[in-house]
Nanobody, 120 residues
Framework: QVQLAESGGGLVQPGGSLRLSCAAS????????GGWYRQAPGKQRELVAT???????NYADSVKGRFTISRDNAKNTVYLQMNSLKPEDTAVYYC??????????????WGQGTQVTVSS
Protein backbone atom coordinates (compact mmCIF):
# COMPACT_ATOMS: atom_id res chain seq x y z
CA GLN A 1 0.00 0.00 0.00
CA VAL A 2 1.24 3.44 -0.97
CA GLN A 3 -0.07 6.78 0.20
CA LEU A 4 0.55 10.20 -1.29
CA ALA A 5 0.24 13.31 0.85
CA GLU A 6 0.14 16.68 -0.90
CA SER A 7 0.67 20.05 0.69
CA GLY A 8 1.46 23.63 -0.20
CA GLY A 9 -1.61 24.87 -2.03
CA GLY A 10 -3.39 28.08 -1.21
CA LEU A 11 -4.35 31.56 -2.34
CA VAL A 12 -1.72 33.75 -3.95
CA GLN A 13 -1.74 37.01 -5.90
CA PRO A 14 -0.78 37.10 -9.57
CA GLY A 15 2.99 37.09 -9.90
CA GLY A 16 3.40 35.25 -6.64
CA SER A 17 4.92 31.87 -5.86
CA LEU A 18 3.90 28.62 -4.24
CA ARG A 19 5.69 25.35 -3.62
CA LEU A 20 3.76 22.09 -3.69
CA SER A 21 5.03 18.92 -2.05
CA CYS A 22 3.96 15.32 -2.57
CA ALA A 23 5.32 12.84 -0.04
CA ALA A 24 4.93 9.14 -0.74
CA SER A 25 4.89 6.59 2.05
CA UNK A 26 4.33 2.88 2.41
CA UNK A 27 5.99 -0.16 0.91
CA UNK A 28 7.94 1.70 -1.75
CA UNK A 29 10.92 0.22 -3.52
CA UNK A 30 11.21 2.99 -6.09
CA UNK A 31 9.31 5.85 -7.66
CA UNK A 32 10.12 5.72 -11.35
CA UNK A 33 8.04 8.67 -12.45
CA GLY A 34 6.62 11.52 -10.40
CA GLY A 35 4.27 14.07 -11.83
CA TRP A 36 1.92 16.94 -11.23
CA TYR A 37 -1.39 17.41 -13.03
CA ARG A 38 -4.10 20.00 -12.64
CA GLN A 39 -7.79 20.33 -13.27
CA ALA A 40 -9.59 23.64 -13.52
CA PRO A 41 -13.38 23.88 -13.18
CA GLY A 42 -15.11 22.63 -16.30
CA LYS A 43 -11.87 21.41 -17.86
CA GLN A 44 -10.12 18.10 -18.20
CA ARG A 45 -7.18 17.15 -16.04
CA GLU A 46 -3.94 18.11 -17.77
CA LEU A 47 -0.28 17.38 -17.37
CA VAL A 48 1.79 20.07 -15.68
CA ALA A 49 5.20 18.43 -15.25
CA THR A 50 6.90 15.09 -14.73
CA UNK A 51 10.28 13.97 -13.42
CA UNK A 52 11.93 10.57 -13.82
CA UNK A 53 14.02 8.73 -11.28
CA UNK A 54 17.07 9.95 -13.17
CA UNK A 55 15.98 13.56 -12.97
CA UNK A 56 14.76 14.10 -16.52
CA UNK A 57 11.89 16.57 -16.62
CA ASN A 58 9.01 17.39 -18.92
CA TYR A 59 6.74 20.44 -18.78
CA ALA A 60 3.53 21.65 -20.33
CA ASP A 61 4.21 24.57 -22.64
CA SER A 62 2.00 26.80 -20.51
CA VAL A 63 4.29 26.49 -17.47
CA LYS A 64 7.74 26.29 -19.04
CA GLY A 65 10.08 28.84 -17.55
CA ARG A 66 7.79 29.45 -14.56
CA PHE A 67 7.41 26.07 -12.86
CA THR A 68 10.15 23.69 -11.73
CA ILE A 69 9.61 20.07 -10.76
CA SER A 70 12.14 18.29 -8.58
CA ARG A 71 12.41 15.26 -6.36
CA ASP A 72 14.17 14.01 -3.26
CA ASN A 73 14.62 10.28 -3.72
CA ALA A 74 15.70 9.73 -0.12
CA LYS A 75 12.42 11.24 1.08
CA ASN A 76 10.24 9.84 -1.74
CA THR A 77 9.00 13.37 -2.26
CA VAL A 78 8.27 15.33 -5.42
CA TYR A 79 8.08 19.12 -5.44
CA LEU A 80 6.59 21.70 -7.78
CA GLN A 81 7.96 25.22 -7.45
CA MET A 82 5.53 27.62 -9.10
CA ASN A 83 6.69 31.16 -9.84
CA SER A 84 5.11 34.06 -11.72
CA LEU A 85 1.68 32.57 -11.12
CA LYS A 86 -1.20 33.66 -13.31
CA PRO A 87 -4.97 33.51 -12.75
CA GLU A 88 -5.16 30.79 -15.39
CA ASP A 89 -3.01 28.58 -13.16
CA THR A 90 -5.94 28.33 -10.77
CA ALA A 91 -6.88 24.66 -10.43
CA VAL A 92 -6.78 21.63 -8.20
CA TYR A 93 -3.29 20.18 -8.46
CA TYR A 94 -2.80 16.42 -8.19
CA CYS A 95 0.43 14.50 -7.81
CA UNK A 96 0.91 11.12 -9.40
CA UNK A 97 3.49 8.50 -8.58
CA UNK A 98 4.41 5.46 -10.66
CA UNK A 99 6.84 2.93 -9.27
CA UNK A 100 7.34 -0.40 -7.58
CA UNK A 101 6.59 -1.73 -4.14
CA UNK A 102 9.05 -3.59 -1.98
CA UNK A 103 7.57 -6.77 -3.49
CA UNK A 104 8.45 -5.41 -6.95
CA UNK A 105 4.84 -4.88 -7.93
CA UNK A 106 4.19 -1.87 -10.10
CA UNK A 107 1.87 0.83 -8.86
CA UNK A 108 0.23 4.08 -9.95
CA UNK A 109 -1.23 6.31 -7.26
CA TRP A 110 -2.78 9.75 -7.23
CA GLY A 111 -2.83 12.25 -4.43
CA GLN A 112 -6.06 13.75 -3.10
CA GLY A 113 -5.45 17.12 -4.74
CA THR A 114 -4.59 20.56 -3.40
CA GLN A 115 -6.29 23.79 -4.42
CA VAL A 116 -4.23 26.58 -5.94
CA THR A 117 -6.03 29.88 -6.45
CA VAL A 118 -4.34 32.83 -8.13
CA SER A 119 -6.34 35.99 -7.61
CA SER A 120 -5.94 39.59 -6.54
Amino acid sequence: QVQLAESGGGLVQPGGSLRLSCAASGSIQSIDLGGWYRQAPGKQRELVATVTSGGSTNYADSVKGRFTISRDNAKNTVYLQMNSLKPEDTAVYYCKAEGRTTRWRSFIYWGQGTQVTVSS
